[in-house]
């Protein structure tokens, strides 16, 4: 059998011989039907979302009502209204008691703010969560906040949305990657749904769960999102969630004050993110099981609730009363202070809740406590403090900025925002490692880079890397005298076999010459006879190389032979070596400085 037959056609854009092979399809993006397919897919993935949110904020209106107020109802409050006496401690513990037990017998994965778990479960663990994550989560989240767990819906609904998504994704045969884009595209769903911020879903899509930046994962992720904002009016509201009503100038004093904005904020994110986990150090030290650390952590949160109810629960009131400057300096000062510990005890416990609205309610209360004596009033700069508290913390500026935006409606005041987050995502990657997501992963050994560039090997051709015209043996060889050649004359690892076209049929390697050696049976016959069965990987002259790398995964080879696609002949052979020197070539471009 020839090898040419057996050469894998889709792997790098080759297709069979005789004749040469096919040129490959090069183009700036990559995409097929299977896009379109996925797009599909994710309308029920943005409706998942969007009844996950649903339920979500009922549950947590019903135990909130249930617990604070002895009242049936969905509708959401604040549990500082009826925060007096003992009850302010016991109703806290009681819930993170029920929370322990859910995790320790239903699922460990229900603990902390679900964005740590998602990343992970993307990235290890091909894209699949359980049913059990799907039902336990959303409960677990609703009991912590209702009970007065000082903690948002957002950690929560990403962590069911994506559920959704990816329980849905595997009741079908798709990839890892697919079921990546689906579990991507429920958890942003669900986000679009609470907040009303579909800008901002799909970029934290993208800078904190996807990454890759490719339009078979970008075009579901805005398909669900949509769907889930034309859900959002029935089942939630609609409008901006927190609607502001001062208007910001965009002049150079207010720019450059934002830049002071964001640098505040960014140093307060690196101190809280330092301490979040030295306060989680701190619990795995203490000698009981984990079960109980969120209900002793709840005995921090019921007596900062006696000092200040508002620090209780979710805090989208107080949110709104930062963003709209109702608040009073003192006040500003307390929930500051307060917010910041009872939530990072409760979260260093390991109980259940997301971080976002804590994370805006510390870098608004930041904001506005400066932003009394700054031009344009406390409730703007909060808006800007929020953005630099959310970018510094989870490394998302321009999530963080255009989200504050969609949530007030405060569009004119984006370059602000994005001031302020690009001022605090500088600070945080020069102070601190990791993010406040994925220092907790990486204390399960495992290591993540956010940084998105372009693979060097996909910015070079075939032609650029490949060892042009090399020594070729021809295929009517007898074994015999190929043996003697690789013991007094060959200086290579592996020579191309090739016809009397010069088109190649075989690769013969310094490993075949030695198998000969040991089996004088193998010395009869030619090479073309010899090397028949096995397959011949090849590319042709305009192949990007990490189609190659792909090519050599695949067939398990070091070498690629490289044709010429208008008549198949040899040009040319690719080896591992030749790829690493284009790696060798982006390396100097980072590394070595000089002037123009």
Partial sequence: MNRNATVPARVAGQGALPGAPNRPRLADHNADIRMVLLSLMAVATGTGGALSAWVLLHLIGLVTNGLWYHRWSWAMTSPGGAATGPLTVLIPVAGSLIIGVMARYGSDKIRGHGIPEAIEAILYGESKLSLKVAVLKPISSAISIGSGGPFGAEGPIIMTGGAIGSLFAQRFQLSAAERKTLLVAGAAAGMTAIFGTPFAAVLLAVEVLLFEWKPRSFVPVVTSVIVAFAWRPLLVGSGPLFPAGWH?????????????????????????????????????????????????????????????????????????????????????????????????????????????????????????????????????????????????????????????????????????????????????????????????????????????????????????????????????????????????????????????????????????????????????????????????????????????????????????????????????????????RSRAVALQGERERSRG
């Avoid at 200040?308 to 929930?335: F, K």
């Avoid at 189609?547 to 695949?554: F, H, K, Q, R, V």
Wanted: proline share 5%.
């Fill in 248 to 580: 910001l100038d965009a002049s150079a004093l207010s720019l450059a004050i934002a830049v002071g904005v964001g640098a505040l904020s960014g140093l307060l994110a690196c101190l809280i993110s330092k301490a979040l986990y030295l306060i989680e150090d701190g619990f795995h030290r203490l000698p009981v099981h984990w079960m109980w650390w969120p209900a002793i952590g709840s005995v921090v949160v019921g007596l900062g609730g006696l000092v200040e109810p508002r620090v209780l629960g979710a805090g989208y009131d107080t949110i709104n009363a930062l963003v709209n400057g109702s608040l009073l300096l003192d006040a500003m000062l307390l929930i500051l202070v307060v917010k910041a510990i009872v939530w990072l005890a409760a979260l260093g416990s390991g109980t259940s809740g997301g971080i976002l609205a804590p994370l805006l309610i510390i870098g608004g209360a930041a904001g506005a406590v400066v932003g009394l004596w700054l031009p344009g009033g406390s409730g703007a700069w909060a808006m800007i403090g929020m953005a630099g508290m959310m970018s510094a913390s989870m490394r998302a500026p321009l999530t963080s900025a255009l989200f504050v935006a969609e949530l007030t409606g405060r569009f004119d005041a984006l370059p602000h925002a994005l001031v302020g987050s690009g001022t605090a995502f500088a600070l945080a990657v020069l102070l601190l490692r990791r993010s406040i997501l994925t220092e907790k992963i990486s204390r399960r050994g495992r290591h993540i880079s956010q940084e998105f560039t372009v693979d060097p090997l996909a910015l070079s051709l075939a032609r650029d890397v490949m060892t042009a015209d090399p020594v070729t043996l021809p295929a009517d060889l007898p074994v015999a005298e190929a043996l003697v050649f690789f013991e007094r004359e060959a200086r290579h690892r592996s020579y191309p076999v090739v016809d009397e076209d010069l088109h190649p049929v075989a690769l013969v390697s310094r490993a075949d010459a030695l198998k000969w050696r040991q089996d004088p049976e193998a010395l009869v016959g030619t090479l073309r006879e010899t090397l028949s069965d096995v397959s011949l990987p090849m590319v042709t002259l305009d192949t990007p190389s990490d189609a190659i790398a792909n090519l050599m995964i695949a067939e398990n080879s070091g070498r690629v032979c490289v044709v010429n696609p208008e008549d198949g002949r040899i040009a040319g052979i690719v080896a591992r070596r030749d790829l690493l």
